[in-house]
């Protein structure tokens, strides 16, 4: 099972600024339940594509909605930035123990 979406990346401040683009509820919903055996400390293991770059990452669940963090070196391999519109594939990957 597989998530598609386009999604802005937003800028979360923290200690660092982190990036991120958020699932629709709806679509967070659906993951969640699927996910269910993933599931861990609220994460869910996925593989993401977004554009030519494919990572694997943790996505957390924020007001109602997962986010997907895009690490420095995906948006400077798909030149993209806060404020941009980007095309998401989300995949539930299997936890590694």
């Known amino acids: 099972m597989e998530w598609s979406f386009d999604g802005e990346i937003i800028e979360w401040r923290g200690p660092a600024p982190y990036f ?5 509820e709806s679509d967070s919903a659906d993951l969640k339940e699927a996910a269910q055996s993933l599931i861990y400390w609220g994460q869910v293991p996925v593989r993401v594509v977004v554009g030519e770059t494919e990572f694997s990452t943790a996505i957390f669940p924020k007001d109602g909605r997962y986010l997907v963090p895009l690490k420095d070196a995906v948006r400077k391999a798909e030149d993209i930035g806060e404020g941009d519109i980007v095309s998401v594939v989300v995949t539930p990957a299997r936890r590694r123990d």
């Open 20 to 24: 991120f683009v958020a699932m629709s």
